[in-house]
C-alpha cells in the first residue's frame, strides 16, 4: 500500500505515467488501474483485495448442508449412502442432492465422522516346530551389522540346520535388502536343496511389518516352494537360541577385528564356516562336528511350481499393487503377493474365501470391497490343493 500510495502522490504532483510506471517496474495497465481505483474509492482502494471469487459455482446450499448435519444427528449410525437416500425420498425432485462422497466430506467437516487409525498388523510368532531331523528346520538371521575398516557396514545373513548346529550359510551383505536375500537362498537352495521349514524373527526381508499376515515376497517365495515359515515371538531370541549362539560365536572369531573391506570379510567368514562345520566338536552334538550329523536335502530346488485350486470356483492372479480383481471389484490383498495367483471360492451369497498355496488367508465381502483375514493362516491345512 505504501508504494501505491507514492506512486499516486508522484503522479498528482505532475510526474508522467510512464516514467512513474518504469521506475515502479508495473506496466502502464496496472498504473492506470492504480490511479482509477485511488479516485473511486480513495486511500481505501489502494489496499491488497481479497482474490476469493464472489461466487463459488458448486458450492452447496446452506440449507442443504443443515438438512444432511442435522439427519446425522438423528440417525448416529448411518452414512453417506442412507442419509442421501433419506434426502432423495424427502426433498422435491428439483432439489439436487449431493453425492455420496460430497456428503461424506460435509460430515467430516462437522467432525460427525470417526476417523480409523490405520492399522498395522501385529507382528505374531507361529508354531514351532522340533526339527529332528537333518533340513527339517532351517534356520536363518541376520547378525548384528558392524563397521569394516573401509567404513562400510556388513550386514551378515547366516543360515543353519536345526538339527545338526550346520552352517549353511554365512554371507556377507552390503544391507538386508530383499533381493540380495533371494539371490543368496536361491544359490544355497541349488547346492542344499530344499527344507522342510525355515524359522525367522519378524524382522525384513523374512517378514513385512505392513503386509498380509506380515508375508513379505521372500517368505512368500519359500510358500511357494513348499517351504513352510515359522516366526519366532516379538521379544523371545531365545525361540532361536541355537541359532543366537552361533552369532556369539561367529561374533568372537571372525568379526573381531573387522576385515579391511567387504572381499577379505567374506574370507574370514568363510574360514570360519568350515572350521564350525569340520573342526569344531560342539558339546551339544556329544562332542560331534556337525557335518558328520548334516547330509544335503532330498528335495532338490527345481524352480516354482504353479499353484492349482481345483476344489475352488476360480483362480485369479493379484495386481502389481496387491489388488484381487473379482468381478469388476477391487479389493486390496497384499503387496507382497503381487503376481501370484490365488483360489477363490464362493462360501456365501456375495462372501469369498481366499487361499493361497494350503492357506486360507481370509473371506472377501463383494459388497463392502474389504478382506477379513482368518486368524492362523500358517495352521493346519483347510482346503486341500493339488
Known amino acids: 500500500m505504501d508504494e501505491r500510495m507514492r506512486f499516486v502522490i508522484r503522479h498528482k504532483d505532475g510526474e508522467s505515467m510512464a516514467s512513474l510506471c518504469r521506475e515502479f517496474g508495473i506496466s502502464r495497465k496496472t498504473g492506470y488501474k492504480i490511479m482509477e481505483r485511488y479516485e473511486h474509492c480513495g486511500v481505501e482502494g489502494l489496499s491488497d483485495r481479497t482474490r476469493r471469487p464472489f461466487r463459488y459455482a458448486n458450492q452447496l446450499p446452506e440449507q442443504i448442508e443443515a438438512a444432511i448435519v442435522a439427519a446425522r444427528r438423528e440417525k448416529p449410525s448411518w452414512g453417506a449412502r442412507k442419509i442421501r437416500e433419506r434426502l432423495l425420498r424427502r426433498l422435491p425432485h428439483a ?96 547346492e542344499r536343496g530344499l527344507p522342510r521349514a525355515i524359522r525367522s524373527d519378524n524382522g525384513v526381508p523374512f517378514a513385512s511389518p505392513n503386509g498380509l499376515f506380515n508375508l513379505s515376497k521372500l517368505s512368500v517365495w519359500w510358500l511357494r516352494l513348499g517351504i513352510s515359515i515359522e516366526r519366532i515371538r516379538p521379544g523371545h531370541p531365545q525361540q532361536n537360541g541355537r541359532h543366537e549362539r552361533m552369532h556369539l560365536t561367529l561374533k568372537q572369531e571372525a568379526t573381531r577385528p573387522a576385515g579391511a573391506n567387504m572381499l577379505q570379510q567374506q574370507a574370514k567368514f568363510d574360514a570360519f564356516l568350515d572350521e564350525f562345520n569340520n573342526e569344531r566338536p560342539h558339546q551339544a552334538l556329544s562332542m560331534k562336528c556337525p557335518a558328520e550329523l548334516y547330509s544335503a536335502s532330498v528335495r532338490p530346488y527345481q524352480g516354482i511350481p504353479q499353484p492349482h485350486y481345483p476344489f475352488h470356483d476360480r483362480t485369479v492372479v493379484v495386481t502389481s499393487c496387491g489388488r484381487l480383481c473379482l468381478y469388476r471389484k477391487k479389493i486390496n490383498l497384499s503387496q507382497s503377493l503381487a503376481g501370484q495367483a490365488v483360489g477363490v471360492k464362493e462360501a456365501d451369497d456375495g462372501i469369498w474365501l481366499v487361499s493361497f498355496m494350503a492357506y486360507d488367508l481370509g473371506y472377501i465381502d463383494l459388497e463392502e470391497k474389504t478382506l477379513q483375514p482368518l486368524h492362523n493362516p500358517f495352521g493346519p491345512r483347510v482346503s486341500p490343493i493339488s
Not at 116 to 145: F, I, M, Q
Not at 150 to 171: F, G, H, I, Q
Open 95 to 190: 432439489v439436487k442432492v449431493p453425492a455420496c462422497s460430497t456428503i461424506h466430506a460435509i460430515l467430516d467437516r462437522h467432525g460427525l465422522v470417526k476417523r480409523l487409525s490405520r492399522s498395522r498388523t501385529r507382528a505374531e510368532g507361529t508354531p514351532l516346530s522340533e526339527g529332528r531331523r537333518p533340513n527339517d528346520l532351517w534356520c536363518t538371521d541376520y547378525k548384528g551389522e558392524f563397521q569394516l575398516a573401509d567404513k562400510r557396514y556388513c550386514y551378515p545373513l547366516t543360515v543353519t540346520d536345526y538339527a545338526s548346529r550346520y552352517l549353511l550359510l554365512c554371507e556377507a551383505m552390503q544391507s538386508n535388502r530383499e533381493q540380495s536375500a533371494f539371490i543368496a537362498f536361491e544359490r544355497l537352495f541349488k
